[in-house]
Nanobody, 128 residues
Framework: QVQLVESGGGLVQAGGSLRLSCAAS????????MGWFRQAPGKEREFVAA????????YYADSVKGRFTISRDNAKNMVYLQMNSLEAEDTAVYYC?????????????????????WGQGTQVTVSS
């Protein structure tokens, strides 16, 4: 099974930026779509962004579109989430996840059950 480890979270003021990283290990990491989810206190885990297995297709939740950018470097087994213009509402634990479907473009993969492996999460706190 693939192992995922997120990093890059922290405390930032509203309007600032953070870049999250997800390091993956496993033979077939590059053959799967990857996604980012987040979970705020008292709320359910929600979809943030997804990227296809080749890194050519990306999808975003409406709440982050235009502010966040997902990318990947398959040669390094890394996935990134660049977060700009952060808002207090972005405060959450952010999770990296691997899609369950081989060679997926990531289209439609917006639910928790569309992914089969998860990292431990990294905390992002945005202060007003």
């Amino acid at each position: 099974q693939v192992q995922l480890v997120e990093s890059g979270g922290g405390l930032v003021q509203a309007g600032g930026s953070l870049r999250l990283s997800c390091a993956a290990s496993g033979r077939t990491f590059s053959n799967y779509a990857m996604g980012w989810f987040r979970q705020a206190p008292g709320k359910e885990r929600e979809f943030v962004a997804a990227i296809g297995w080749r890194g050519r297709s990306t999808y975003y939740a409406d709440s982050v579109k235009g502010r966040f950018t997902i990318s990947r470097d398959n040669a390094k087994n890394m996935v990134y989430l660049q977060m700009n213009s952060l808002e207090a509402e972005d405060t959450a634990v952010y999770y990296c996840a691997r899609g369950s479907r081989l060679y997926s473009t990531g289209k439609g993969a917006t639910a928790h059950y569309d992914y089969d492996s998860w990292g431990q999460g990294t905390q992002v706190t945005v202060s007003s």
